[in-house]
């Protein structure tokens, strides 16, 4: 039975979360340009919302600096700035009141220094002032991608996987999310195991730009022996055969990674390529900027028209993605209260589905 249910990411936000690069054991020279990064990111954000970015206390006094006058900062404790897997999914309860699930962050399947990054979904939900609720699965925000209609992608890489949820199945995933998300309908992509830490995180393969209309994260020069790319094809495979919580089919569109011989500079192997790794705020869509200008226009223009009546907004944020991530990645929205999801109502789908599943615990599936 259906408890809670996640808003879209494009419903009105209350407040948008960042978290400050802490360790220069993990960042090492690119520390300074990771905190600019993450700074720039904050300010342009803050220019439409409130924001507020957690830093380790001895942190503080920088951040808040590079941050400027209309950004919060406030201490909390850190191993890094991936606030969109540590931090709190917000969601809405039966009776309107918000609450922040805690999805039990363990490093990506201990891949990573994770004690402090443990406790930021506590500890932003004590900001608030907002209940906890613990959940029963170990997952990251950046797993978990929603169209706020009940339908959520996923890939199974990173969810069913013995170094987060060691037993558990896909029916019993979809129970779980069911019940904290108002999840009626996972779709289920393959991704990619052991080749980055996060196991291949959708919020990089593939995005709603709203309920129906998929994103995809498109490869412009296909390698044969790229395994993301070979994921990219089989996702959209899945995507074109699957439906979503209302039964329709997916428009699918192409979002093309930017050309890698045409940009500037050089990159390590944990860089994250992807544009798919937007952020929807109030207004605005945050794109990373990789500068290219042709790759990065077309972009712009794709995702523009996907989101009409948002400025798409281009930010500069490679120090970041030598890490392996982008902007929604250190990114996580607070919803507006008030900004009900529309399977708030629909718990009677939702009960169904669990039913459903729980008779049917055994079958495998795969978008193989």
């Known amino acids: 039975?259906?408890?809670?249910?996640?808003?879209?990411?494009?419903?009105?936000?209350?407040?948008?979360?960042?978290?400050?690069?802490?360790?220069?054991?993990?960042?090492?020279?690119?520390?300074?340009?990771?905190?600019?990064?993450?700074?720039?990111?904050?300010?342009?954000?803050?220019?439409?919302?409130?924001v507020t970015v957690l830093a380790r206390r001895e942190h503080v006094a920088e951040a808040a600096r590079d941050c400027?006058?209309?950004?919060?900062?406030?201490?909390?404790?850190?191993?890094?700035?991936?606030?969109?897997?540590?931090?709190?999914?917000?969601?809405?309860?039966?009776?309107?009141?918000?609450?922040?699930?805690?999805?039990?962050?363990?490093?990506?399947?201990q891949k990573a220094e994770y004690h402090m990054d443990a406790k930021v979904a506590r500890k932003v939900l004590e900001?608030?002032?907002?209940?906890?609720?613990?959940?029963?699965?170990?997952?990251?925000?950046?797993?978990?991608?929603?169209?706020?209609?009940g339908t959520m992608l996923a890939t199974e890489s990173s969810l069913i996987n013995p170094n987060r949820n060691p037993g558990l199945s896909h029916e019993d995933i979809e129970r779980a999310v069911a019940e904290l998300l108002g999840i009626v309908e996972v779709v289920w992509l393959q991704g990619v195991a052991?080749?980055?830490?996060?196991?291949?995180?959708?919020?990089?393969?593939?995005?709603f730009a709203r309920p129906g209309v998929i994103l995809l994260d498109w490869p412009v020069h296909p390698d044969p022996l790229d395994v993301f790319a070979r994921a990219a094809y089989r996702a959209r495979t899945r995507l074109a055969e699957a439906t979503d919580a209302s039964g329709r089919g997916f428009e699918i569109v192409e979002l093309p990674q930017p050309d890698r011989a045409d940009l500037p500079?050089?990159?390590?192997?944990?860089?994250l390529y992807s544009y798919a790794n937007f952020y929807v705020g109030n207004g605005?869509?945050?794109?990373?900027?990789?500068g290219d200008r042709r790759s990065d226009d077309r972009a712009a223009g794709i995702v523009g028209d996907l989101f009409p009546g948002r400025e798409v907004v281009p930010v500069?944020?490679?120090?970041?993605?030598?890490?392996?991530?982008?902007?929604?990645?250190?990114t996580q929205q607070q919803p507006q209260l008030g900004s009900e999801p529309r399977i708030a109502?629909?718990?009677?789908?939702?009960?169904?589905?669990?039913?459903?599943?729980?008779?049917?615990?055994?079958?495998?599936?795969?978008?193989?």
């Open 1 to 50: 039975m259906t408890r809670y249910a996640m808003p879209a990411e494009s419903a009105p936000h209350a407040r948008t979360w960042l978290a400050w690069p802490a360790k220069g054991s993990v960042w090492a020279e690119l520390l300074a340009p990771a905190r600019a990064d993450v700074a720039r990111l904050a300010r342009t954000i803050a220019e439409r919302e409130p």
């Open 127 to 149: 900001i608030a002032g907002i209940e906890r609720v613990l959940a029963p699965i170990v997952a990251e925000g950046g797993a978990l991608e929603v169209d706020g209609a």
């Open 265 to 271: 500079g050089t990159r390590g192997p944990e860089f």
């Open 316 to 330: 500069a944020f490679d120090a970041v993605a030598e890490g392996g991530g982008g902007i929604h990645s250190a």
């Open 194 to 207: 052991d080749e980055d830490v996060t196991d291949c995180h959708v919020d990089a393969v593939a995005r």
């Open 345 to 368: 109502a629909n718990h009677t789908a939702a009960a169904t589905k669990t039913e459903v599943a729980q008779t049917n615990s055994t079958t495998p599936r795969s978008d193989r």
């Open 284 to 290: 605005a869509v945050y794109l990373h900027a990789f």
């Open 68 to 109: 400027g006058p209309d950004v919060e900062v406030v201490a909390a404790p850190l191993d890094d700035v991936w606030i969109r897997d540590t931090g709190p999914v917000f969601v809405t309860a039966e009776d309107g009141s918000q609450v922040g699930i805690d999805l039990n962050f363990n490093g990506w399947g």
